[in-house]
């Protein structure tokens, strides 16, 4: 595999000292009747129903079942808010479990915030307020969100969106759009670039840990440079952190390049129809009932080859292990234990939509990610976890 041979001229420069936020990755076992590629399914059709024109507050569902969440302070002094990490959102907010306690550095701006998931929602009023972001990291006057009503979150308080701006338009009364946090840590000079940097372990158990670094790249958690590619110009991938790419499977290819996204709310790796049936086939897998996923036995894992992902003229490849469920948890989606299922699933539609991929959890455990805004790109980088076989 032809690793990170280029890195873009507008790569963001890489310090030393990051400011960094940590968080924490939890799977809730599915309920009864469910299944992940299910959920999955659903966040992306309605990430292809979200159009600028006719966003009406309406943005990505959040997938509840696999999250991953920060610690985030609000308030002076600040109470602590557990929030889901989403870079197909936008707004952040808070109020859905614990409620929101206003402090001295609250302001109600007399706006309402109103936002749809598909699976969930909120509703409630806009304030601003001190926002703190792991050590070091505080912003004031951040706008958020504090729900008087909301739906299809427990057990966490609310979203700390790190999408494109654009995805808050028509969320907020009175509002055009809303800055993200990132823009505002890079318009109060806290960061000097407008980036985020996205980490992830490996799940080898219920709970896996992660990182985001704002304003560079964390390079102790990398093992080659940072390769960046532009924004997808194709809509509706261009509303998010979309990109083009293509991929095979061996030699085998299963999709040509097109345009999909890059997802930290979506679970498993989708790809169109079509693409998915010819992995089907070259992998020998079949769709278990139970789970909604596609399995394979020993002998079909052992002959796996990479499925490689090619993105700007730079080869990421998923070696056998990085494209099957991890088994510890196989519990925990209704699988079988001992039994081995795939992280490939179908997105719902053939290619062509605008949005043929969504490259999720599964795919960026593997890879660290970049979301650079000032230079409008996303960028990738090998890990310690590229060709780990934790699962």
């Not at 989403?86 to 109103?114: C, F, H, K, L, R």
């Not at 749809?116 to 912003?139: A, N, P, Q, R």
């Amino acid at each position: 595999m032809c690793l990170l041979a280029t890195v873009a001229a507008a790569a963001p420069a890489q310090r030393d000292a990051k400011p960094t936020l940590e968080f924490t990755r939890r799977f809730k076992s599915l309920a009864a009747g469910q299944k992940l590629p299910d959920i999955d399914r659903a966040r992306a059709a309605a990430l292809k129903h979200t159009s600028k024109a006719k966003r009406d507050g309406t943005v990505s569902v959040t997938n509840a079942q696999d999250t991953y969440t920060a610690s985030v302070g609000v308030g002076s002094p600040a109470t602590q808010y557990t929030l889901l990490i989403d870079t197909g959102s936008s707004n952040t907010w808070v109020g859905a479990d614990q409620s929101y306690t206003p402090t001295s550095t609250s302001t109600d701006t007399g706006n309402t915030v109103q936002v749809s998931y598909g699976s969930g929602s909120f509703s409630g009023e806009e304030y601003t307020d001190t926002v703190t972001l792991g050590s070091g990291l505080t912003i004031t006057k951040q706008s958020i969100g504090v729900a008087s009503s909301a739906q299809g979150f427990t057990g966490v308080d609310g979203i700390l969106g790190v999408g494109p701006t654009d995805l808050t338009s028509g969320t907020v009364s009175n509002t055009d759009t809303v800055p993200t946090v990132t823009d505002n840590l890079y318009s109060a000079g806290t960061i000097s670039t407008e980036v985020l940097g996205i980490y992830y372990a490996p799940a080898a158990g219920s709970d896996s840990t992660g990182e985001l670094s704002f304003g560079s790249v964390d390079t102790s958690k990398t093992t080659g440079d940072v390769a960046y590619v532009p924004i997808t110009s194709t809509s509706p991938a261009s509303e998010y952190w979309g990109i083009d790419q293509s991929i095979s499977y061996g030699s085998t290819s299963i999709l040509s390049s097109t345009a999909g996204i890059v997802d930290t709310g979506t679970t498993l790796i989708l790809i169109a129809s079509d693409a998915y049936s010819t992995y089907q086939s070259a992998t020998g897998g079949t769709e278990d009932q139970t789970t909604g996923l596609l399995t394979i036995s020993s002998d079909q894992y052992s002959s796996l080859s990479d499925l490689n992902f090619e993105i700007g003229g730079t080869t990421y490849a998923l070696n056998a292990n990085a494209q099957i469920w991890p088994r510890s948890l196989n519990s925990a989606i209704g699988g079988t234990s001992g039994d081995i299922y795939l992280v490939v699933s179908d997105i719902g539609t053939d290619s062509g939509s605008g949005l043929d991929f969504i490259n999720g959890y599964t795919f960026l455990e593997r890879y660290y990610s970049v979301f650079d805004t000032t230079n409008s790109q996303v960028g990738f980088a090998t890990t310690s976890n590229t060709d780990a076989t934790s699962n």
